[in-house]
Every structure is written in C-alpha cells, then in structure tokens.
C-alpha cells in the first residue's frame, strides 16, 4: 500500500468510537473481517488498522481499486451482517471516501 497523489483509486478512512470495554471486541471484529473476508474481494489493495491509547477510537484506513469495489464489499451478505455487528459495539462509525490530496515524507 502506498500512498501518492499520482496513484489512481479510492482511499477510505473509516472511524470508530467505542467504549474502552468494547475496543477490544471491536478490533478482533474488524481483524477478523479483513483476514477473512475484505481482503478477498476484487479491488482491495491493503489496509492499516490504527487504535488509539485510550482505547476510545479505531480508524482503519484502507485503498482500493475504485470506489465501486468498495461499494461492492460493502454490498456484499456477508459484511452486512458484519457490519451491522461492529456497528451495534460503536457509539459511531463512519466509512468516508477520501482522494489523496498531498503527500510528505523527509528529505
């Protein structure tokens, strides 16, 4: 996965709130998805998993070959049964479609 403004495809940066008691579940729900079923679909080209300290808040942020592909996962029987699972553990979650406006790294 790399990220670059020249790279063509669909970039999402999905968050999650959650209690500090349901991040664990949260983040075993979402490793799980990916390992077994996201990862798999035509268009996915990785993704990073991020929690924060206090364990209030997940943000996976994923790349994929187009935005249909994305819609397509989230189409799918499977991961609406998953999703509406992760959702029901989260106070909020939210999937935005995002292109890469910029990239920095040191010289």
Known sequence: MQI???????TVISTFEMTPGTCTDVLEALQ???AQVIRHQP????????V???????????????REDFQAMLRTTEMRTR???????CARFEPVMYDVAATYAPD
């Open 4 to 10: 670059d403004t020249s790279s063509e495809g669909q």
């Open 43 to 50: 268009g996915f080209r990785g993704v990073a998993i991020h």
């Open 83 to 89: 999703n509406r699972a992760i959702a029901g553990m």
């Open 32 to 34: 799980d998805a990916y």
């Open 52 to 66: 924060n300290d206090a364990q209030t808040r997940i943000a996976t942020y994923s790349q994929w070959r187009s």
